[in-house]
C-alpha cells in the first residue's frame, strides 16, 4: 500500500509557530498565495470557485482559516496562564 500526502500535512509546517505573531495582510495572502497555485496546478484550473469547492469538498482550509485557529487557541491558552502573564507583565482584559 502506498503512503500518500494529504493536503494538511503539506501546509502545517509552515505554519509551526506563526499563531503568536500578528502578521501583516501581505504575509497571510503570501501562504496563501502558494497553497491556492498548488492546487490550481493540481486541479489544472485557474477558477477560484472551482479551486474552493475542491478545497471545502476535501474539508481543507486556507492556511489564514488554519492560522487563525491556531490563534484562538494561543490565545485562549496564554489568558488561562495566569504565572506567564504575570512573569511578562501583560494585563489581558
Keep these: ?3 500518500y500526502l494529504w493536503l ?3 501546509s502545517e509546517p509552515q ?3 506563526l499563531e503568536c505573531y500578528s502578521m501583516l495582510k ?3 495572502h503570501s501562504l ?3 497553497v491556492m497555485r ?4 493540481l486541479f489544472r484550473t485557474a477558477n477560484k470557485d472551482i479551486i474552493d ?3 471545502s469538498f476535501c474539508n ?3 492556511p489564514t482559516e488554519m492560522l487563525e485557529i491556531k490563534s484562538n487557541k494561543f490565545c485562549k491558552k496564554i489568558k488561562c496562564n495566569k504565572s506567564m502573564l504575570r512573569y511578562f507583565n501583560i494585563s489581558v482584559s
Design 38 to 41: 498548488f492546487l490550481t496546478k
Design 26 to 28: 501581505a504575509d497571510l
Design 1 to 3: 500500500m502506498q503512503n
Design 53 to 55: 469547492e475542491c478545497r
Design 32 to 34: 496563501d498565495f502558494v
Design 8 to 10: 494538511g500535512q503539506i
Design 60 to 62: 481543507y482550509p486556507l
Design 15 to 17: 505554519l509551526i509557530g
